[in-house]
């Protein structure tokens, strides 16, 4: 099993930024992608960012709505992963989940159902 922890949500004005942590623990490794996704009221679940790891680099990926606003980063030495907001919108106002899986291959980064372990969920509102 692996237990995911998120933390940094909040409240922020339209421009501000924020920084989301998600702590990894139990049955996870440094080889797992991570990744960030967010569920608007009434909206499905859907693909923000995640990082790859394939030997010594890694490699991160993107929604084309948060790109060049939202960086993903990831501390293997703590088995965090985080996601640094810039630029925010009120579009952005969600719920935001990290998700981790051994099984996520490029193929299915961005498929939120290919994902087997989930955090509980931060809380990021964004206003106009």
């Known amino acids: 099993q692996v237990q995911l922890v998120e933390s940094g949500g909040g409240l922020v004005q339209a421009g501000g930024s924020l920084r989301l942590s998600c702590a990894a623990s139990?049955?996870?490794?440094?080889?797992?992608?991570m990744g960030w996704f967010r569920q608007a009221p009434g909206k499905e679940r859907a693909f923000v960012a995640a990082?790859?790891?394939?030997?010594?680099?890694?490699?991160?990926y993107y929604a084309v709505s948060v790109k060049y606003r939202f960086t993903i980063s990831r501390d293997n030495a703590k088995n965090t992963v985080y996601l640094k907001m810039n630029s925010l919108k009120p579009e952005d106002t969600a719920v935001y989940y990290c998700?981790?899986?051994?099984?996520?291959?490029?193929?299915?980064?961005?498929?939120?159902?290919?994902?087997?372990?989930w955090g509980q969920g931060t809380q990021v509102t964004v206003s106009s």
């Open positions: 998700a981790t899986d051994p099984s996520i291959t490029a193929a299915t980064i961005k498929n939120h159902a290919r994902y087997a372990y």
């Open positions: 139990g049955r996870t490794r440094s080889s797992y992608v």
């Open positions: 990082i790859n790891r394939s030997g010594g680099s890694t490699s991160p």
